[in-house]
């Protein structure tokens, strides 16, 4: 799973790998996420998740080899 931005430093690195029962959706994924980095936990709820490049649903079902992403909310910009 890939991190990024102040997640990396909240989890130890930018990436991490994870084990997961066949079936487990993205959700399983967030509750894992926030039992193993309790500093995640209370960012979770705002997290995208992106699988393959998609952002998905927390009702997503996991398969071997996705690659996930963590991805903060995005702030800031310009007006137009």
């Known amino acids: 799973m890939r991190l990024f931005a102040g997640l990396k430093e909240l989890a130890g690195g ?5 084990e997961l029962m066949e079936g487990a959706t993205v959700r399983d994924l967030e ?5 193993d980095y309790p500093r ?3 960012l979770l ?3 995208a998740f992106a699988v393959d ?3 998905k649903a927390r ?3 996991l398969h071997d080899n996705d690659e996930v992403a963590l991805i903060p909310p995005i702030s800031g910009g310009n007006r137009v």
Not at 14 to 18: G, I, K, L
Not at 31 to 35: A, E, I, S, V
Request: no cysteine; glycine share 4%; aromatic share 10%.
């Open 45 to 47: 709820a705002s997290l």
């Open 40 to 42: 995640l936990k209370p």
């Open 31 to 35: 509750d894992l996420m926030g039992r």
């Open 14 to 18: 930018p990436e991490v790998a994870v």
């Open 53 to 55: 490049e998609e952002y």
């Open 59 to 61: 009702d997503y079902v």
